[in-house]
């Protein structure tokens, strides 16, 4: 065995799963959006056009269904904090 390169004892099979698991879930394969299931998620589906998140764009964003050109003229605080209560992040 080189010090330079020590051996590392093979990981367990059954922690194999739990691991494809969490990178499944931090880094999904799937693009569809992760609350209405119906189209790609996009900054632009979830900011203007998630039906789901509706009313949580209401209470942050001053409405349920926003133009692309409203975002421009929204503050970055109010997307932080409707992006932190979307759950998505
Ligand atoms: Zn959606």
Known sequence: MSPLHPQVPPMPIKVEPLLYSICDYQFPNNPTCRKCGT?????????????????????????????????????VRAIWNFVKVTGLL
């Open 39 to 75: 189209e790609e998620e996009t900054s632009v589906h979830i900011l203007c056009e998630c039906e789901v998140l509706a009313s949580l764009k209401h209470t942050y964003l001053g409405s349920c269904f926003l133009d692309p050109e409203d975002i421009r003229v929204l503050g």
